[in-house]
């Protein structure tokens, strides 16, 4: 094994207090530096180890301070942040998050979009995942796919322009989420490894636009869709979306449910869409109550 962690920690703290003597030579005052971030990095390793991941946490952070208030050193300073971010998404997702926002400000101030974006990818997830905290990784990724578009990476920017029409349907944000799906659907009809997928973007849109009860617009997106795709017009995804807005717009709920079975036995509803199908059909029940 190897040294305590703890004893490096006393270590670093040691060579930090060094510093302080009146007249100490600049060039060795800076060795003292980088000795104590040393230590409290070995530290946090050696804490990592343990699997005491706070504290191993806390050891990254104290370099990334010296590095970025002592040796002016601000691009070590935000590698020892992302090394801190993924020990503290074990056990303190918040400080996870708050670190690798730290080191993402300074990729930025370096013109290091890529690798800014690919880190607000990560915390997006840690929201999303770990803390459930949708709206703020809705945020996140929002703002990471624009950096990956702004560098020409449209696949990695269409993931995450997905993944924030997702979250922004769950969150009853539906015109945020239907510009998304068909985004992305355009974007992919031009790409052969992209373009069989522009199906389940339609669909997932259609269904948006049925959740804001504006049935007009309804049967219209689905006609702009049919258009841009000529396949579309002979998939499943597309006739089922146009069988639930006919029982939409009759207020069939007993329709609703028999195109959704049907079509369920042939290809799995998955999460999303029986989260947001539920609530249509909660719709068509609250609007019979009230001619009822």
Same mark, same amino acid.
């Given at each position: 094994?190897?040294e305590d962690p703890r004893s490096l920690v006393q270590k670093a703290q040691k060579?930090?207090?060094?510093?302080?003597?009146?007249?100490?030579?600049?060039?060795?005052?800076?060795?003292?530096?980088?000795?104590?971030?040393?230590?409290?990095?070995?530290?946090? /390793?050696?804490?990592?180890?343990?699997?005491?991941?706070?504290?191993?946490?806390?050891?990254?952070?104290?370099?990334?301070?010296?590095? =970025?208030?002592? !040796?002016?050193e601000p691009d070590d300073a935000a590698n020892n942040m992302v090394d801190a971010?993924?020990?503290?998404? $074990?056990?303190?997702?918040?400080?996870?998050?708050?670190?690798? =926002?730290?080191?993402?400000? =300074?990729?930025?101030?370096?013109? /290091?979009? &890529?690798?800014?974006?690919?880190?607000?990818?990560?915390?997006?997830?840690?929201?999303?995942?770990?803390?459930?905290?949708?709206?703020?990784?809705?945020?996140?990724?929002?703002?990471?796919?624009?950096?990956?578009?702004?560098?020409?990476?449209?696949?990695?920017?269409?993931?995450?322009?997905?993944?924030?029409?997702?979250?922004?349907?769950?969150?009853?944000?539906?015109?945020?989420?239907?510009?998304?799906?068909?985004?992305?659907?355009?974007?992919? !009809?031009?790409? /052969?490894?992209? $373009?069989?997928?522009?199906?389940?973007?339609?669909?997932?849109?259609?269904?948006?636009?049925?959740?804001?009860?504006?049935?007009?617009?309804? &049967? &219209?997106?689905?006609?702009?869709?049919?258009?841009?795709?000529?396949?579309?017009?002979?998939?499943?995804?597309?006739?089922?979306?146009?069988?639930?807005?006919?029982?939409?717009?009759?207020?069939?709920?007993?329709?609703?449910?028999?195109?959704?079975?049907?079509?369920?036995?042939?290809?799995?509803?998955?999460?999303?869409?029986?989260?947001?199908?539920?609530?249509?059909?909660? =719709?068509?029940?609250?609007?019979? /109550?009230?001619?009822?």
């Amino acid at each position: 094994m190897g040294e305590d962690p703890r004893s490096l920690v006393q270590k670093a703290q040691k060579a930090l207090a060094s510093t302080g003597g009146f007249g100490f030579f600049s060039s060795r005052k800076e060795d003292k530096f980088q000795d104590a971030a040393d230590f409290y990095v070995q530290a946090a /390793n050696a804490f990592r180890l343990e699997k005491l991941y706070k504290e191993a946490g806390q050891a990254f952070e104290q370099a990334a301070k010296i590095h =970025q208030e002592k !040796l002016n050193e601000p691009d070590d300073a935000a590698n020892n942040m992302v090394d801190a971010f993924k020990v503290y998404r $074990k056990d303190s997702p918040e400080d996870a998050v708050r670190c690798l =926002q730290v080191a993402i400000t =300074q990729y930025c101030k370096k013109g /290091n979009f &890529r690798r800014a974006a690919s880190h607000q990818e990560n915390a997006g997830e840690v929201l999303e995942v770990d803390i459930g905290d949708r709206k703020r990784a809705l945020a996140c990724y929002e703002l990471a796919a624009q950096w990956y578009e702004d560098d020409n990476a449209s696949a990695l920017a269409n993931k995450l322009w997905l993944k924030v029409a997702d979250i922004a349907a769950l969150e009853g944000d539906y015109y945020k989420a239907i510009e998304n799906f068909e985004k992305v659907a355009e974007s992919s !009809l031009g790409n /052969n490894l992209m $373009k069989y997928s522009v199906k389940e973007y339609f669909l997932k849109a259609g269904i948006c636009t049925l959740a804001t009860k504006d049935i007009v617009s309804a &049967r &219209r997106n689905l006609d702009k869709y049919r258009e841009k795709d000529p396949q579309f017009a002979s998939q499943r995804e597309c006739q089922l979306l146009s069988d639930l807005v006919e029982a939409v717009e009759a207020g069939d709920q007993e329709a609703f449910t028999d195109k959704l079975y049907a079509y369920d036995q042939m290809s799995k509803l998955d999460k999303w869409k029986t989260e947001m199908l539920v609530r249509i059909k909660s =719709q068509i029940e609250d609007a019979d /109550n009230e001619f009822s």
